[in-house]
């Protein structure tokens, strides 16, 4: 497994439980790039509204899991399940919202569900849907992988890989090689770079997210709310977190000042009262992102390399899945 995201670490957990010896190789540290920046939504709906269907069967895979890891690893990942509301500000956005068959809140219900919204938002659709802290989950699935068997190594980059008869035989780290039935690249954004390391090209490229942590004081906010690719999300620990924006910004990770002011604005927009509230912290995470907008979670090139990249703004929701597909193709091998 190449990747210590929350992509290779739900993968090495789904095989360990499946009784495959695992060995992950991560060249930082485990959740230390946008696994670990995201801010946990588990939300199956697409900025149209309308919910994709992977999504929704990744987020049926949760409860299972969740129960899982956190009893083998005895951490608590903060998994709930809550309600969001994806508003309308205009009358667009009114006609297009109702036309999902979501239910629909008029503006006189979403004041009396959330006291402190804008009086510049007309209605909004009810979401169902989940949350939980990234860095957690990703530790958690990493810990419950390890106590079945995984060997998990931080701080070792792959560097390339050894192929005869056309097949992946083995891993090679500055500490060494590693012999492999089945290698599985997972490293986000760099797959590209890692995958051409064994000729196979993917198109995979990065995308910049910011988001910022605020402390909202006296401000009352229960649900998450979503409108076009901004959000707000109240976490258990009392903090708000606004994101998140899209940038092409190449491999360059760092949070800028018109990105974060674009989330304050649109905080300010949606709840005016967090105008008063104080910023705690800023950030941001690169997004692994393919041409067509679709993850790659297949074989690709040698018949023993697996590639799983490419899950965009909803890595964090859609890892079960790809684990499960991943523990099929090596199944459905044998
Ligand atoms: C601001 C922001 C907010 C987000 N919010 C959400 C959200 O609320 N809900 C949601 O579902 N998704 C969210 N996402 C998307 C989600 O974070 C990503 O889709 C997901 O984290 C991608 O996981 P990954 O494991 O593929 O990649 P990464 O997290 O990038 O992990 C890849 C790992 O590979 C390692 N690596 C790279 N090269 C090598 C190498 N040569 N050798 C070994 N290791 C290597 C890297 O160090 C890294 O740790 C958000 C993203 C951002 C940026």
């Known amino acids: 497994m190449v990747g210590g995201g929350v992509i290779g670490c739900a993968i090495a957990e789904r095989l360990s439980l499946d009784g495959h010896h695992v ?20 939300s199956p709906q697409s900025t149209t509204s309308r919910a994709d269907e992977a999504g929704l069967r990744s987020l049926e895979l949760f409860p299972e899991l969740i129960a899982r890891i ?8 903060e998994y709930r399940v809550q309600q969001g509301l994806q508003p309308a500000l205009s009358e667009e956005e009114v006609a297009h919202l109702r036309s999902t068959g979501g239910t629909w809140l008029d503006a006189q219900a979403c004041r009396e569900a959330e006291p402190s919204l804008s009086t510049e938002i007309l209605g ?12 957690r989950f990703v530790r958690a699935l990493a810990r419950a992988a390890s ?37 599985v690249i997972a490293a986000g954004p760099w797959s590209k770079e890692v995958a051409s390391a064994a ?23 229960r649900r998450s709310i979503f409108w076009s690719n901004g959000y707000l999300v109240p976490k258990g620990d009392g903090t708000v977190i606004a994101g998140g924006t899209e940038e092409e910004s ?29 910023l705690q912290r800023a950030w941001a995470g690169l ?23 490419g899950h965009h703004r909803k890595g964090i929701l859609l890892a079960p899945l790809a684990a499960k597909k991943v523990a099929s193709i090596i199944s459905g091998s044998k």
């Not at 760092?254 to 008063?276: E, F, K, M, W, Y």
């Open 23 to 42: 060995t992950l190789l991560e060249r930082d540290q485990l959740g230390g790039r946008a696994s670990g920046a995201a801010a946990g939504e588990l």
């Open 70 to 77: 956190e009893k083998d690893s005895g951490m608590n990942v």
């Open 124 to 135: 909004a659709v009810l979401l169902e849907h989940a949350h939980l802290t990234p860095p």
């Open 147 to 183: 106590l079945r068997g995984a060997a998990i190594h931080e701080g070792t980059p792959v560097m390339g890989f050894d192929i005869a008869g056309g097949e992946v035989r083995r891993v090679i780290t500055p500490a060494g090689s590693y012999e492999a039935d089945w290698a």
């Open 199 to 221: 000729g196979v090209e993917v198109d995979v490229r990065p995308q910049r997210g910011q988001l910022a942590a605020l402390d909202p004081g006296p401000v009352v906010l």
């Open 250 to 278: 190449g491999f360059d990770d760092r949070p800028t000042v018109s990105g974060i002011a674009a989330l304050l604005n649109l905080a300010c927009r949606l709840v005016p009262d967090l105008g008063a509230a104080n």
């Open 287 to 309: 997004r692994p992102v393919t041409r067509d907008g679709r993850p790659i979670v297949d074989v690709v090139g040698p018949p023993n390399l697996i590639v799983a990249t």
